[in-house]
């Protein structure tokens, strides 16, 4: 089951039997998500089963198929029967019932399937393609064109064939995913001892030891062991990136150098991989919209053709003329008739599209978001985690006396930093060159800051309000101050009983990436927005530095949703681009929404219309760039499509048209929509 039109044969079988719900078909996984209750799965399948097909559940390996050789032998002896009756028909050299036998025995040879499936089709009231094959090749010889109804058939089952086979790159290019993770993993026992076990049977919090060159086989944490991990078919990371205890791994990446033991977080089915395959499987289910148009136009397409065909065959032939003539053009309209290049068309371009963006850790929920991001007209970023690191850094250091050295006066202030989980202190600790002097009688105080004996003096280390409190500012300073914070600085001071010491600047920076994403979003004509719950300074700073257009700030998640709203007004198309969580209302309202740092994160792949593997904001502007080379694919393939179809249509007419030309035709732009729709797989 690998053409629409053979869907639409199952859908109209199975549709409206007792106790038979929703069906969801995978034309390119082959697969059928039947929804029945348990008493109409027996004769849902028995009516499956007469329609020529062998369903079997997914969980069941499929039968080997049987082997290509003889195919391949039986499709060539065809081929030189349909040859040898054509060169005899055409040269006169034997009689008519040898062209006649040489012609029925390669019909026999490679349509015999054709013939069978046609017929059902028929039984159905179905105009699929192996009908009107059928129809075409019978009225041929019927007529007594012989040699040419042989060729035809040949040609069709070789065309089949190839498609078959080009298809299949399509579909390997999403089950290349699965084998991603290896079937087994080395697990550490109680008594000590490793264990080769099956990824399913390895239980949470499991030992798992993982060799240089080994692909690792579950979400986990290192606990022993220090290297480098390919993380590309993740993420879409270009470099390895290096692991040491603590850090996460993901099932699916490889590594490099040295072995790794790591600690088992997730189990084989919910592990990051899975999810991608899972939402990728999804994504193929959904239908984007110029795929739902193309569906409709073609069970139109069909049967006004067909009607055609039918006037072809009569109306000509009342009216004077020659009936083998008419009823000849009239079997090659049928041939045309069939609309399988134009249908096929737009799910092999979406999934090509859909793994193309999954190579680059950009994973989409769906075909209509792919089509849809070519008409992004505007992004909404959050600022936190997006746009920048989502982690404080000290930025500056100034000392304020000239008396003591500033290191110093760093070491004193990161001593009293490395006693408090406040983000900014931990900002300041971090960076300290030296290890931390011993404090006593430490104090938080609550929305100043802290202080503690150092050597028997008493330092505070605090905000703007700590310092006026303790009576230390001046004029000189107030200004130095209100300079870092119109910067969107975070600033604290350190200072002793006398005098304010030390002045430290942190803030949130901007990921090296964002401002090269910002500058590729403005050539692709998309114009940015930063939604921040930050104050209008701090914001203003980084959308400056960033390059952003339009900067808000001091926004609730309400407020977000609020600027969204107002911004998503046709023509408009809103994008939006957030963590997943906190803008989950200003996400769900935009046209689509965009999940940052989804690696490892169950809500924001689930709830996210797109879902960037990394941090890297520079996938969207690629993304947006694969929507919009995918639409022109899909434009040109519905144009290749319906433009050799109307010209083969106005040639059968004018009687310029033979069958197997027609069958070249059909056959041979479906080929070409297909390898123009694979197109998308190789950059």
């Given at each position: 089951m690998d053409c629409p039109t053979e869907q639409r044969l199952i859908t109209d079988r199975l549709s409206g039997m007792n106790g038979v719900g929703q069906l969801s078909f995978n034309l390119l996984e082959r697969t059928l998500t039947l929804q029945h209750s348990p008493e109409a799965l027996e004769p849902a399948l028995q009516a499956i089963r007469r329609l020529g097909f062998t369903p079997l559940p997914v969980t069941e390996p499929e039968p080997a198929a049987p082997p290509r050789r003889w195919l391949y032998a039986r499709l060539a002896l065809a081929g030189l029967l349909a040859l040898a009756a054509e060169l005899l028909h055409f040269t006169a050299a034997a009689a008519d019932w040898t062209v006649a036998a040489l012609a029925l025995l390669s019909v026999l040879l490679c349509g015999l399937g054709t013939y069978a499936r046609g017929w059902i089709a028929l039984r159905q009231l179905d105009l699929n393609i192996n009908a009107l094959m059928s129809i075409a090749v019978t009225g041929a010889l019927l007529i007594g064109q012989w040699p040419e109804a042989a060729m035809v058939m040949f040609l069709?089952?070789?065309?089949?064939?190839?498609?078959?086979?080009?298809?299949?790159?399509?579909r390997n290019a999403i089950r290349g995913l699965l084998e991603m993770t290896p079937e087994t993993a080395l697990v550490q026992q109680a008594d000590g001892s490793w264990q080769s076990l099956p990824l399913k049977e390895v239980p949470l919090d499991s030992r798992v030891r993982v060799r240089p060159g080994e692909r690792i086989g579950l979400d986990g944490e290192v606990l022993a062991g220090q290297s480098a991990v390919d993380q590309s078919p993740i993420t879409g990371e270009s470099l390895p990136v290096d692991k040491q205890p603590g850090d996460r791994v993901f099932?699916?990446?490889?590594?490099?150098?040295?072995?790794?033991?790591?600690?088992?977080?997730?189990?084989?089915?919910?592990?990051?991989?899975?999810?991608?395959?899972?939402?990728?499987?999804?994504?193929?289910?959904?239908?984007?919209?110029t795929q739902r148009f193309v569906d409709r136009f073609a069970r139109l397409y069909t049967p006004l053709v067909f009607?055609?065909?039918?006037?072809?065959?009569?109306?000509?032939?009342?009216?004077?003329?020659?009936?083998?003539?008419?009823?000849?053009?009239?079997?090659?309209?049928?041939?045309?008739?069939?609309?399988?290049?134009?249908?096929?068309?737009?799910?092999?371009?979406?999934?090509?599209?859909?793994?193309?963006?999954?190579?680059?850790?950009?994973?989409?929920?769906?075909?209509?978001?792919?089509?849809?991001?070519?008409?992004?007209?505007?992004?909404?970023?959050?600022?936190?985690?997006?746009?920048?690191?989502?982690?404080?850094?000290?930025?500056?250091?100034?000392?304020?006396?000239?008396?003591?050295?500033?290191?110093?006066?760093?070491?004193?202030?990161?001593?009293?930093?490395?006693?408090?989980?406040?983000?900014?202190?931990?900002?300041?600790?971090?960076?300290?060159?030296?290890?931390?002097?011993?404090?006593?009688?430490?104090?938080?105080?609550?929305?100043?800051?802290?202080?503690?004996?150092?050597?028997?003096?008493?330092?505070?280390l605090g905000n703007h309000r700590l310092l006026e409190q303790q009576g230390l500012c001046s004029p000189a300073l107030e200004k130095q101050l209100g300079q870092l914070e119109r910067l969107g600085r975070s600033v604290i001071i350190l200072c002793d009983e006398q005098r304010a010491l030390g002045l430290f600047a942190v803030a949130d920076q901007l990921k090296e990436s964002s401002r090269e994403a910002i500058a590729e979003l403005h050539r692709l004509?998309?114009?940015?927005?930063?939604?921040?719950?930050?104050?209008p300074h701090t914001a203003a700073a980084i959308g400056a530095e960033a390059g952003i257009d339009e900067v808000r700030g001091n926004l609730l998640p309400t407020d977000k949703l609020a600027e969204i709203d107002a911004l998503a007004r046709p023509p408009a198309r809103v994008g939006m681009v957030g963590d997943g969580i906190n803008?989950?209302?200003?996400?769900?309202?935009?046209?689509?929404?965009?999940?940052?740092?989804?690696?490892?994160?169950?809500?924001?792949?689930?709830?996210?219309?797109?879902?960037?593997?990394?941090?890297?904001?520079?996938?969207?502007?690629?993304?947006?760039?694969?929507?919009?080379?995918?639409?022109?694919?899909?434009?040109?393939?519905?144009?290749?499509?319906?433009?050799?179809?109307?010209?083969?249509?106005?040639?059968?007419?004018?009687?310029?048209a033979t069958m197997w030309m027609a069958v070249f035709a059909d056959m041979g732009v479906s080929l070409l929509v297909i390898f123009n729709g694979l197109r998308l797989l190789r950059s």
């Open positions: 069709f089952s070789v065309a089949e064939l190839i498609e078959a086979r080009s298809l299949d790159r399509a099932a699916g990446s490889i590594n490099q150098h040295s072995e790794l033991e790591y600690r088992v977080t997730t189990l084989a089915g919910h592990s990051t991989l899975a999810r991608i395959i899972h939402a990728v499987e999804q994504a193929q289910s959904s239908r984007a919209p009607a055609l065909a039918l006037l072809v065959a009569i109306l000509p032939p009342l009216l004077g003329g020659a009936w083998p003539e008419w009823i000849y053009r009239a079997l090659v309209l049928l041939v045309v008739a069939c609309p399988c290049a134009l249908v096929i068309s737009t799910p092999v371009s979406i999934v090509s599209g859909l793994a193309a963006a999954a190579r680059r850790g950009i994973l989409v929920k769906g075909g209509s978001y792919l089509e849809q991001a070519a008409g992004l007209t505007h992004l909404a970023l959050d600022k936190t985690g997006t746009l920048t690191r989502g982690r404080p850094e000290q930025t500056d250091f100034h000392t304020l006396v000239p008396d003591v050295p500033a290191e110093a006066i760093q070491r004193l202030a990161a001593s009293l930093a490395s006693r408090s989980d406040h983000p900014v202190s931990r900002a300041v600790a971090e960076a300290a060159m030296q290890p931390p002097l011993d404090v006593s009688d430490f104090r938080a105080l609550p929305g100043l800051g802290s202080c503690g004996l150092i050597g028997g003096r008493l330092y505070h004509g998309v114009r940015t927005l930063m939604l921040s719950g930050d104050n803008d989950a209302p200003a996400l769900a309202r935009a046209d689509i929404g965009f999940a940052m740092g989804a690696i490892g994160t169950d809500t924001a792949i689930e709830t996210a219309d797109v879902a960037i593997m990394d941090d890297d904001l520079r996938r969207i502007p690629a993304f947006i760039r694969l929507s919009r080379r995918t639409r022109r694919i899909l434009v040109q393939n519905i144009v290749l499509a319906l433009g050799i179809k109307a010209v083969f249509v106005a040639l059968t007419l004018a009687g310029e």
